[in-house]
Antibody
Framework: QVQLVESGGGVVQPGRSLRLSCAAS????????MHWVRQAPGKGLEWVALISYHGSSKYYADSVKGRFTISRDNSKNTLYLQMNSLRAEDTAVYYC???????WGQGTTVTVSS | QSVLTQPPSASGTPGQRVIISCSGS????????VHWYQQLPGTAPKLLIYRNNQRPSGVPDRFSASKSGTSASLAISGLRSEDEADYYCAAWDDSLSVGLFGGGTKLTVL
């Protein structure tokens, strides 16, 4: 079945780095643009980044631009989010989602705390 | 404060019709598709409506949506207790080259 599974979340100190992964299955991954979306505790959804199906176009929210990098490996059916210089305000559940948001992962939790 | 503006809350009784609005601007709602998501507590969002008014398979026809100019709306008819959830609109913004979510509307079924 069509599925997205995130991994890589955890507790990290401010200023450190973390890489999230999103493994896709059940569909032709290389045909779709992919998003990262996050949700801070008790807050609404926040769009984080988008990568085109071929990986050559990337877009970022102002809140993460210059610190986060979205990438993908179509040979491995996997989406990534490299998060550097993490801040307390990056604490959230991070979801990957397919193009129009018809498929979402279960989310992985990132906590930035000293 | 979100660029897409939704009322923070809405409510209705079982069987009623509820409408949730989403206000934006020319660079997002007016010229791009609007999508709507439902999020139940502790779960990932679920796509309710895509491309302004299209329902994915499996979404009941009680859910419908429309768009006019810089605003969009989601209508839920025949309200049921299981519709109690958070609802979000979303659109791409061509000026900012970013994705946008509304702040979300918490729907309570009284």
């Amino acid at each position: 079945q069509v599925q997205l599974v995130e991994s890589g979340g955890g507790v990290v100190q401010p200023g450190r780095s973390l890489r999230l992964s999103c493994a896709a299955s059940g569909f032709t991954f290389s045909d779709y643009g992919m998003h990262w979306v996050r949700q801070a505790p008790g807050k609404g959804l926040e769009w984080v980044a988008l990568i085109s199906y071929h990986g050559s176009s990337k877009y970022y929210a102002d809140s993460v631009k210059g610190r986060f990098t979205i990438s993908r490996d179509n040979s491995k059916n996997t989406l990534y989010l490299q998060m550097n210089s993490l801040r307390a305000e990056d604490t959230a559940v991070y979801y990957c989602a397919r193009e129009v948001g018809d498929v979402w992962g279960q989310g992985t939790t990132v906590t930035v705390s000293s | 404060q979100s660029v897409l503006t939704q009322p923070p809350s809405a409510s209705g009784t079982p069987g009623q019709r509820v409408i949730i609005s989403c206000s934006g601007s020319r660079s997002n709602i007016e010229i791009n598709y609007v999508h709507w998501y439902q999020q139940l507590p502790g779960t990932a969002p679920k796509l309710l409506i895509y491309r302004n008014n299209q329902r994915p398979s499996g979404v009941p026809d009680r859910f419908s949506a429309s768009k006019s100019g810089t605003s969009a709306s989601l209508a839920i008819s025949g309200l049921r207790s299981e519709d109690e959830a958070d609802y979000y609109c979303a659109a791409w913004d061509d000026s900012l080259s970013v994705g946008l979510f509304g702040g979300g509307t918490k729907l309570t079924v009284l």
